[in-house]
């Protein structure tokens, strides 16, 4: 059974880089030059300094599932449970990306490690994340 076509985001100037940066397989995020503080998502100026030189830099693109929760209803025909999750990457607390985590959605575990996997969908690479032990077992 194949998954719907997700609804993809429009690639603005501002988060434009978030959605295409899978490209080549390396998540990026917004970072403070002036203060070195992460932030997402994007925003025109640092919530931490309100210094207005960001720039996109890569993480690990791996982090820990801080909440989630399963999805059972089916919103389109065939559509499957799937589960959505706040994942706080590893470079700095309280960085969440909200995604889906991949997989069994009754494995899923608060702070479960995970790493991103991308999925794409014509010039968009939607940031999702798998269990560390799935991707190397």
């Known amino acids: 059974m194949t998954a719907p076509p997700r609804k993809l985001p429009v690639l603005d100037d501002l988060s434009?880089?978030?959605?295409?940066?899978?490209?080549?397989?390396?998540?990026?995020v917004q970072r403070c030059t002036a203060c070195g503080h992460w932030q997402h998502p994007p925003l025109p100026s640092c919530a931490q300094c309100h210094a207005d030189d960001l720039a996109p830099q890569p993480v690990s693109g791996r982090g820990r599932v801080k909440t989630f929760t399963i999805n059972r209803q089916a919103w389109t025909p065939g559509m499957a449970p799937f589960t959505f999750a706040a994942i706080e990457l590893d470079e700095q607390a309280e960085l969440y990306l909200f995604s889906n985590v991949t997989g069994d959605p009754e494995a899923v575990r608060t702070?479960?490690?995970?790493?991103?996997?991308?999925?794409?969908?014509?010039?968009?690479?939607l940031p999702l994340f798998r269990p560390v032990e799935a991707a190397h077992g």
């Open 111 to 125: 702070g479960m490690a995970v790493e991103v996997t991308f999925e794409q969908q014509d010039d968009v690479w």
């Open 16 to 28: 434009g880089f978030f959605w295409t940066s899978g490209a080549d397989g390396v998540l990026r």
